[in-house]
């Protein structure tokens, strides 16, 4: 029987309000009622994560920025998995030489060059996961957004990488002609090495550590617990996901997955609008998967 749930937020856990559902929190509750651990496992930073984790009134560890930062229920980090600087600065680069916007996660908070860009790439990013709101409807909701995140916009995230203190845990960028700028972009970074390139929706690309990564987090977690990974159960749908599809026992793709994403879970279960983890979470346990 499984012991521990990991689930990614975005495209999964939230629906289109961005919000848990309440058949998800119940689902949760019931699972934390009959001894299993429930935790998130999102790309989103802990002041993202935590804000729809608050407003469902769940109280759980958090894997965030892809596994690079991992908390546990206090809030307390446990440790976390860095770019080196000089990495870090050559990603840049090549991401400045294409053009593409890009932001800094750290130790110390989120950095930007450009609040207009934010919005724009965040409604590009919002329109991906919710294909039924406008355009309109998505700069609004991203522009709301704005006020929940804690983003401190810079003239040079590069000066700010001279403080030795500050790590870099993700950068991600976006770009609204999606694979076709993006793609290539996301080789040349693979290429040079040490990093991990994956992605959130068809409009960004996300780089961290190659040690980063949410299954190497869920694998951590669950051993810190004294779980085997037959015993976890993991949720999600687009190909940051995919590390934790492949470690855990039991995992579930969502109804709205990217169809290779799919391809990686044992199991399919109905889409994020659907309430599909809450439904994962009570098949789970009724076949006692």
Request: proline fraction near 2%; hydrophobic fraction near 45%.
């Amino acid at each position: 029987m499984i012991k521990l749930i990991a689930s990614d937020m975005d495209g999964t856990l939230l629906d289109a309000h961005m919000s848990i559902s309440t058949e998800n929190t119940e689902a949760i509750r019931m699972a934390n009622e009959l001894g299993i651990e429930f935790m998130v496992a999102t790309g989103r930073n802990a002041q993202e994560a935590r804000a729809a984790l608050d407003e469902a009134g769940i109280d759980c560890a958090m894997i965030t920025l892809n596994g690079a930062q991992v908390f546990d229920r206090s809030g307390k980090s446990l440790f976390t998995v860095p770019i080196p600087s000089p990495q870090a600065m050559t990603v840049m680069d090549i991401l400045d030489a294409n053009g593409i916007y890009y932001e800094v996660a750290t130790n110390q908070g989120l950095y930007s060059e450009s609040q207009p860009k934010r919005i724009e790439s965040f409604a590009s990013s919002i329109a991906t996961h919710m294909p039924h709101l406008t355009y309109k409807m998505a700069i609004a909701m991203a522009s709301a957004n704005l006020e929940l995140l804690h983003i401190t916009y810079v003239d040079s995230i590069r000066e700010l990488l001279l403080d030795d203190t500050l790590e870099v845990l993700k950068i991600i960028c976006f770009h609204t002609e999606g694979p076709r700028i993006l793609g290539p972009v996301g080789k040349e970074i693979s290429n040079l090495g040490e990093l991990a390139v994956t992605s959130s929706g068809q409009n960004n690309l996300e780089v961290n550590h190659k040690n980063a990564q949410k299954g190497i987090a869920v694998a951590h977690v669950a051993h810190e617990r004294g779980i085997t990974l037959d015993e976890v159960m993991t949720i999600g749908d687009n190909f940051n996901d995919v590390s934790m599809l492949q470690t855990a026992g039991v995992s579930f793709a969502m109804g709205n997955a990217e169809i290779e994403v799919k391809d990686y879970a044992k199991y399919l279960t109905d889409t994020n609008l659907e309430s599909g983890v809450g439904k994962a979470i009570l098949r789970a346990i009724n076949e006692n998967l």
